[in-house]
């Protein structure tokens, strides 16, 4: 997923208030959310996944997202909180990393 120009441009001073505003007029409520997520340190970065705690942990990879949010509302066309959080990570290099599956986690 591509970020709005204006989301990158505002990464340019790191996560402050340039960036949220950034992110709240480029994706609304979403972009709140995902700027909520970043600054509460809740993306973390496994080796197979990235994961964002949420209510509950839902994995991103690339496009995708695994929360109801983005497979029923948004129908997979426009990217969840959880996504945008991911690309600004990415690219802030902004997320704990795991030395872990998290696919591991999953077994019961
Ligand atoms: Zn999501």
Redesign the pocket.
């Given at each position: 997923m591509k970020l709005a120009s204006e989301v990158i441009y505002a990464l340019q001073k790191g996560l402050g208030y340039e960036l949220y505003k950034a992110l709240f007029l480029s994706y609304g409520k979403r972009g709140e959310k995902a700027y909520f997520y970043l600054s509460q340190n809740r993306v973390k970065k496994y080796r197979d996944f990235f994961v964002?705690v949420g209510t509950n942990e839902?994995i991103?990879d690339e496009s995708f997202?695994?929360?109801p949010?983005?497979q029923l509302k948004l129908k997979g066309k426009e990217p969840?909180?959880?996504?945008i959080a991911v690309e600004v990570a990415k690219l802030l290099k902004h997320y704990d990393e795991i030395d872990a599956y998290y696919t591991d986690y999953q077994k019961p």
């Open positions: 964002v839902y991103v997202c695994s929360c949010d983005f969840c909180a959880h996504i």
